[in-house]
């Protein structure tokens, strides 16, 4: 890639005896919106935090604008918007005043962060609650005031941790409505996520990491074709005969999960699947085709277990 | 942008946030010294007064001047304590600002540069109540100001240092318990401290808020004799508690910097 904007080669983030990061290798391209795809845990904040220049890295090498964040954590931070994953608007200060006082941090002249407030408002759809106090907005409008605010200095590059975590459907997707309106306009992103319709939504590349590792990586469409099939097919059976269905079941090709209430089978033909099932006298109480998914993917890839 | 500028900067938004609490705070501001000067001035100063009294000024006088710099001091090491500990965990505003150009040291200095301010106005209005109490004249009260902001500085310097390294709000509840108090009650503020048993007049002399109290008399009591002050020249006081602030603008900076970056 010519001249990417953020580069990373054996980048490692150690916590004394715990690797964050594991030597990752990535690189984002200008106009790309890039994701970091995977549960919590798998070390994508620690990537955020050390792109954002406020961790410093453990280990390999990392540019972001071709600058050093070791070094030169100032000048990369002048040309970076960040959204983190928890608000930490300031409470005290207005809807306005919260997007001045970040204004003036990037040292902007009053005029004009005052004309950028007005669009920044109306982008966020705040335009009516300017002069409220931060307190009582919903979360889905902090989380808008949060990105208004991380675009108040015309970034190069914003970088979204989680963007749309805890918020209810109508809030995520007027925000994914606001986030793809800025990639249109050519803005570079940054978006980590465990939610997969938000990666298969806006990102145009993405990494899938476990572990402090990236497994895979590729389009949305690229890693559903070479990590899953096309069609998923989900088989319910009585509970009492799921524990058999395990050998009734042995001769399905392809990968077959087995949950404690149901069968998935990953195929290239859903319709062939099934009726193999009929020809082997199986009939399970329901059965569900579906595509496959990017959730199906990151399930394949990062497992079932549960990470707290 | 300079350093200094980035700091500005930060005391520019705690000023926008502070035009809508102002008035609860000036009113704490006058509220606070009149009842201080009315309690311990007018009341005990009375009785004080009246038994043998070896100091050479008014009791009203020598708790007044006590009282500029022991509020220096509370006020500051509030500063110090519980803006920081909001910045870093309760609402971390100081995470979200480690990310445009500001660094963990602009947000330090800001944080000085405010409290100085802020400080200013309080010891001020302070100092003018203890001249209408009668207690200082207006020249040597005004006087008295700068040292007594000084005094606040190393405090809030110094809680801010501390404050950094703390996980929750239980430690600076510990420090206000078995540090300020003590320190308001035995540093010379309400007695002097050759009242003290020997030993304690030695830890009372090592102690910050002693130093402060000094200063601030020798500057507001112009009759102060050794009744009232040491015989300790004042530039010790001054370096003191210049030293003081200095090391609790390095270290808070420097770990503070190690907490908003691990």
């Given at each position: 890639m010519a001249d990417p904007l953020v580069q990373a080669r054996g980048l490692t983030k150690r916590f004394d005896e715990f690797v964050?990061?594991?030597a990752v290798d990535f690189d984002i391209a200008k106009g790309e919106a890039f994701g970091f795809l995977g549960?919590?845990?798998?070390?994508k904040t620690s990537t955020m935090k050390m792109i954002t220049t406020v961790s410093p890295i453990t280990e390999g090498k990392l540019t972001v604008f071709g600058l050093d964040?070791?070094?030169e954590g100032r000048q990369i931070r002048q040309r970076l918007g960040v959204v983190p994953q928890e608000d930490n608007l300031d409470?005290?200060?207005?809807v306005a005043e919260n997007l001045y006082v970040y204004g003036r941090y990037h040292d902007m002249h009053r005029a004009d962060i005052k004309a950028r407030i007005v669009d920044l408002l109306e982008f966020a759809q705040l335009t009516d609650r300017a002069?409220?106090?931060?307190?009582?907005?919903s979360g889905g409008m902090k989380r808008r005031l949060t990105i208004a605010r991380a675009l108040i200095n015309d970034p190069d590059l914003v970088i979204l941790d989680e963007?749309?975590?805890?918020?209810d459907p109508q809030a995520r997707h007027l925000l994914w409505d606001r986030l793809y309106r800025l990639k249109r306009e050519g803005a570079t992103l940054i978006i980590t996520t465990h939610y997969m319709d938000e990666a298969e939504q806006l990102c145009d590349r993405l990494v899938v990491m476990d572990k402090g590792k990236i497994v895979a990586e590729g389009s949305p469409r690229q890693l559903i074709a070479q990590y899953a099939p096309r069609e998923v097919v989900e088989l319910r059976f009585q509970e009492e005969l799921m524990d058999a269905m395990t050998t009734r079941l042995d001769w399905l090709e392809g990968s077959t999960e087995f949950l404690a209430d149901r069968v998935i089978v990953y195929t290239d033909d859903a319709e062939a699947t099934q009726h193999q099932l009929t020809e082997r006298d199986i009939h399970p109480v329901q059965v569900l085709v579906r595509r496959s998914s990017l959730e199906d993917v990151f399930l394949k890839l990062t497992g079932r277990r549960l990470i707290d | 942008m300079t350093s200094l500028a980035r700091s500005w900067r930060w005391v520019e938004s705690e000023a926008i946030g502070y035009r809508r609490v102002w008035r609860g705070t000036v009113i704490s501001s006058f509220v606070n010294p009149v009842l201080f000067l009315s309690a311990m001035g007018l009341g005990l100063g009375t009785l004080v007064d009246s038994s043998?009294?070896?100091?050479?000024?008014p009791y009203l006088s020598f708790v007044a001047t006590g009282l500029l710099a022991a509020t220096a001091m509370q006020t500051s090491a509030g500063e110090g304590a519980f803006p920081v500990m909001a910045g870093i965990?309760?609402?971390?505003?100081f995470h979200g600002a480690i990310?445009?150009?500001?660094?963990p040291t602009d947000i330090v200095r800001g944080m000085m540069i405010w409290g100085s301010i802020r400080l200013t106005f309080v010891l001020t209005v302070f100092a003018v109540i203890s001249v209408a109490f009668g207690a200082l004249d207006l020249v040597p009260a005004l006087l008295a100001v700068p040292p007594a902001v000084l005094t606040g500085l190393a405090f809030q310097a110094t809680v801010t240092a501390y404050t950094v390294t703390r996980e929750n709000e239980i430690s600076l509840s510990t420090l206000f318990r078995f540090g300020i108090i003590p320190l308001f009650l035995f540093?010379?503020?309400?007695?002097?401290?050759?009242?003290?048993?020997e030993p304690l007049q030695i830890v009372a002399y090592l102690t910050p808020l002693f130093h402060g109290v000094e200063l601030v008399r020798k500057v507001a009591l112009p009759a102060a004799d050794a009744s009232i002050v040491?015989?300790?020249?004042m530039w010790v006081n001054v370096v003191y508690l210049g030293a003081m602030a200095a090391a609790g603008i390095v270290l808070g900076s420097r770990w503070l910097d190690r907490r908003l970056k691990p």
């Open positions: 964050a990061v594991d549960p919590n845990g798998a070390g964040p070791g070094t409470l005290e200060l207005t002069d409220s106090p931060v307190e009582p907005l963007p749309t975590t805890g918020l | 043998t009294n070896d100091l050479s000024v965990k309760w609402r971390k505003g990310t445009t150009p500001l660094s540093s010379g503020t309400f007695f002097p401290i050759s009242q003290l048993p040491t015989a300790l020249p």
